[in-house]
């Protein structure tokens, strides 16, 4: 296939676009869905979240979005404070991964996979991290 018969075929599986607040206890507002077989989060929480604290929350309102018996895969950039897209600076959560894993666990998730790779960039060294969680809880 070719990249625009790719486009346009992922265009068409698209079915909504909903918006999310991962800081809120129903991160989809007013919609009802029902809860996911996995969920995928992928260097968002750290710039959602202004501390550690909401970053825990953070991730036990995403559980509800998860059905139990199912996956979330999380990506984050450890010991970073600021990311840059072109030339303009972003500020972001300082995270660990001893604080990651303890706020997954306080979430209701259980370690599946674990996989850290050291990255090296012109303007810092980070540490990307991705966690794949299956909850512990028999309903969310």
């Given amino acids: ?3 625009e018969e790719k486009e346009e075929k992922v265009r068409r599986a698209i079915k909504q676009i909903l918006k999310c607040d991962v800081t809120q ?16 989060s992928s260097l968002c929480l750290e710039g959602a979240c202004k501390d550690l604290a909401t970053f825990r929350s953070a991730l036990k309102n995403i559980s509800t979005l998860v059905k139990p018996g199912g996956h ?14 072109g030339q303009r600076p972003f500020s972001c959560l300082y995270l660990e ?6 706020a997954l666990k306080g ?20 540490d990307s991290i991705c966690f794949a969680r299956e909850p512990t809880r028999q309903e969310l």
Avoid: Q
């Fill in 1 to 3: 296939e070719k990249w």
């Fill in 72 to 85: 979330l895969i999380l990506c984050s950039i450890l010991e970073e404070t600021y990311y840059k897209v």
């Fill in 25 to 40: 206890p129903r991160p989809l507002g007013p919609v009802a869905l029902p809860p996911a077989d996995c969920l995928l």
């Fill in 97 to 102: 991964r001893a604080s990651v894993e303890e």
């Fill in 107 to 126: 979430a209701g998730f259980a370690v599946k996979w674990l996989n850290e790779t050291k990255i090296n960039l012109p303007l810092s060294v980070t």
